[in-house]
Antibody, heavy 125, light 110 residues
Framework: QVQLVESGGGVVQPGRSLRLSCAVS????????MHWVRQAPGKGLEWVAG????????YYADSVKGRFTISRDNSKNTLYLQMNSLRAEDTAVYYC??????????????????WGQGTLVTVSS | QSALTQPASVAGSPGQSITISCTGT?????????VSWYQQHPGKAPKLMIY???KRPSGVSNRFSGSKSGNTASLTISGLQAEDEADYYC??????????FGGGTKLTVL
């Protein structure tokens, strides 16, 4: 059974940093790209960042570029999101995910689409 | 990286059909056959309902269907049921391993 479990959320002051983690099990983590998607309270989904299966390529939304860093440790089956210079508008539930919209498939050519339960980050003084 | 455009809300009575549109650009929806649709109930993670524009994952009711024309994708739900009441998001691949989501549509079953 595939599980993606995020941790590291909490309340942080503007300008400070926070690191999120996503522990993956029941899945061959090292074979797939991973992504972070966030959802501000009462708002829609926003793609934040993505990383290739081996960590060699990283991609960011313009809204977080230069402040957030995505990384992974395949030996620990864990995805990370280092968030620096946090702003009030970064307040959101952060999901780690492998969205089907990126064309990932399992061995039977079924779409890969896994999401964690989310971790809440609140940026407030 | 502008969000895809969806209507803020739609409503329908049980048994009726509704369609939710999702308008993007030639850089995302219009350029790739990788539009997916998600259903999200309050406090829950998104659930995949449609992928590659019109395909249904195993376990998703055939009352849900998707289509695309040009830069606009659509999700149709037929035979509306009370449990369909939720927020719906479209999502498109936008190149370079990036995604763009729609703003979301709140479906109310009257």
């Amino acid at each position: 059974q595939v599980q993606l479990v995020e941790s590291g959320g909490g309340v942080v002051q503007p300008g400070r940093s926070l690191r999120l983690s996503c522990a993956v099990s029941g899945f061959i983590f090292s074979r797939y790209g991973m992504h972070w998607v966030r959802q501000a309270p009462g708002k829609g989904l926003e793609w934040v960042a993505g990383i290739s299966y081996d960590g060699s390529n990283k991609y960011y939304a313009d809204s977080v570029k230069g402040r957030f860093t995505i990384s992974r440790d395949n030996s620990k089956n864990t995805l990370y999101l280092q968030m620096n210079s946090l702003r009030a508008e970064d307040t959101a539930v952060y999901y780690c995910a492998i969205p089907a919209g990126l064309g990932y498939y399992d061995n039977n050519n079924y779409p890969i689409d896994y999401w964690g339960q989310g971790t809440l980050v609140t940026v407030s003084s | 990286q502008s969000a895809l455009t969806q209507p803020a809300s739609v409503a329908g009575s049980p048994g009726q059909s509704i369609t939710i549109s999702c308008t993007g650009t030639s850089s995302d929806v219009g350029n790739y056959n990788l539009v997916s649709w998600y259903q999200q109930h309050p406090g829950k993670a998104p659930k995949l309902m449609i992928y590659e524009g019109s395909k249904r994952p195993s376990g998703v009711s055939n009352r849900f269907s998707g289509s695309k024309s040009g830069n606009t994708a659509s999700l149709t739900i037929s035979g509306l049921q009370a449990e369909d009441e939720a927020d719906y998001y479209c999502c498109s691949y936008a190149g370079s391993s990036t995604l763009v989501f729609g703003g979301g549509t709140k479906l109310t079953v009257l």
